[in-house]
C-alpha cells in the first residue's frame, strides 16, 4: 500500500513540474511571429474600440509603420494581464478611446508574451527559450506591444486599414 502511495505521490510531482513548465513558456514567444502575434491582439481591440475612419486616418497620417499606439503591460506567468497603460505617440486618440481601450484588455481574455530575440549572438530560438524560461523565477513580466508595430513593415501601398483586417481575420 505505501508503495502505491509513493508511486502516486512521484506522479504527482512530475504532474506538477511538468505543469509549471507549460505555464511558464506560455508567457514567452520568439521574434518577429511574437511581436505580430501581440500587434494583432492589440489591433482587434483597438479596432473595436476606435471609430474606423479615425483608425484608417491615424494608419494613413505617417509614411512609415512606427508605432502610433503603445500598449504596455504587465502579465503573470500564465499571460493573464495584471496592469495596462495605453498611450497614443501622436495623441491621436482621445481619452475616451485610451480608456476604452484599457478598459476592454483588462476586462477581456487577451494574452500577451514576452517576445525575446538574439540579434546580436545569433542564438536559435529553441536554446534562447529554453534559456529564458530557465531562468524565469515567476515574476510579474513587463510587454511592450506596438500598433501597427510590424503588421505593415514591409507594405506602405494601398489602404493600411484593409491590410490590418487581413491580419485580424487569419
Known amino acids: 500500500m505505501k508503495l502505491i502511495q509513493n508511486r502516486i505521490k512521484i506522479v504527482m510531482l512530475f504532474m506538477l513540474l511538468f505543469q509549471s513548465c507549460k505555464m511558464k513558456s506560455q508567457v514567452f514567444g520568439y521574434g518577429d511571429k511574437c511581436e505580430i502575434a501581440n500587434s494583432i491582439e492589440l489591433a482587434k481591440v483597438i479596432y473595436e474600440c476606435v471609430d474606423e475612419d479615425k483608425l484608417s486616418l491615424i494608419l494613413n497620417n505617417h509614411t512609415n509603420y512606427e508605432a ?35 478598459s476592454k484588455l483588462s476586462k477581456g481574455k487577451y494574452r500577451f508574451k514576452k517576445c525575446v530575440n538574439d540579434l546580436y549572438f545569433k542564438t536559435d530560438e529553441k536554446t534562447l527559450l529554453d534559456r529564458v524560461i530557465r531562468n524565469y523565477n515567476g515574476e510579474d513580466l513587463p510587454i511592450g506591444v506596438f500598433f501597427p508595430g510590424s503588421l505593415l513593415k514591409n507594405d506602405n501601398e494601398g489602404n493600411r486599414l484593409e491590410k490590418i483586417k487581413r491580419y485580424m481575420v487569419n
Open 68 to 102: 502610433k499606439i503603445i500598449a504596455y503591460f504587465r502579465v503573470s506567468s500564465e499571460g493573464r494581464i495584471i496592469s495596462v497603460r495605453v498611450k497614443s505617440a501622436f495623441d491621436e486618440l482621445n481619452d475616451e478611446e485610451i480608456e476604452s481601450i484599457i
